[in-house]
């Protein structure tokens, strides 16, 4: 079984401020890693994902996120943030090589709100 | 890019009602789609997985009975919540996969779900 924690459930910073949302998760096998950005009353939207190869992932609106193995972590960053990055973050894992009923399930994080003030 | 269109976007209805909430893949083939509900300031919980021309596979402690799910065709499936009481009153999403193991889900915008 997989799970994730988001350590951090809010988060405030001041514009113009770097952020970084934890993630960890626990796995016995190896994970596809992803996350997601969801504003108010909206779907998920994907900001980054980690497949394999380079543990430094570059997504979208300057978002990045390192994939550490033996920490079993996969914090998002970014070094400067907007008014308009305020919204819920969520990390979340699925396991290629699940079949039958459990392929491409996501197990999702509790969430993390950023709040941007100005 | 990949788009999911869900729709309603909100329904607010009275106690018994059933409602269907649709779920489309707009530009591509979805053979997998799932159903998420959230409750206020949680995170999603998956539902069922939605498998086209299949059953469709429900996690544990989601009654298939009252949460109907057809996927009857490459781009769309539909989600019913039948005779929907209060307690079901959610934000329900949907998203949707390519056939290709690492392409991520691309989800729906979500429907508020207001039983009064």
């Known amino acids: 079984a997989q799970s994730v924690t988001q350590l951090d459930s809010q988060v405030p910073v001041f514009e113009e401020a770097p952020v970084e949302l934890r993630c960890n998760y626990s796995s016995s096998v190896s994970v596809y890693l992803f996350w997601y950005v969801q504003y108010p009353n909206q779907g998920l939207q994907l900001l980054l994902k980690?497949?394999?190869?380079?543990?430094l992932v570059k997504g979208i609106n300057g978002f990045e996120a390192e994939f550490n193995k033996s920490q079993t972590s996969f914090h998002l960053r970014k070094p400067s943030v907007h008014i308009s990055d305020t919204a819920e973050y969520f990390c979340a894992v699925s396991d290629p090589g699940a079949g039958g009923t459990s392929y491409g399930k996501l197990t999702f994080g509790q969430g993390t709100i950023l709040t941007v003030h100005p | 890019g990949a788009v999911v269109s869900q729709h309603p976007s909100r329904v607010i209805c009275k106690s018994g009602t059933s409602v269907k909430i649709e779920c489309r893949s707009l530009d591509f083939q979805a053979t997998t789609m799932f159903w998420y509900r959230q409750f206020p300031k949680q995170s999603l919980m998956l539902m069922a997985t939605s498998n086209e021309g299949s059953k469709a596979t429900y996690e544990q402690g989601v009654e298939k009975d009252k949460f109907l799910i057809n996927h009857a065709s490459l781009t769309l499936s539909t989600l019913t919540v039948t005779s929907a009481h209060p307690e079901d009153s959610s934000f329900y999403i949907c998203s949707a996969r390519r056939q290709d193991s690492n392409q991520p889900q691309h989800f729906g915008d979500g429907t508020r779900l207001s039983i009064l």
């Open positions: 980690y497949l394999s190869g380079s543990t």
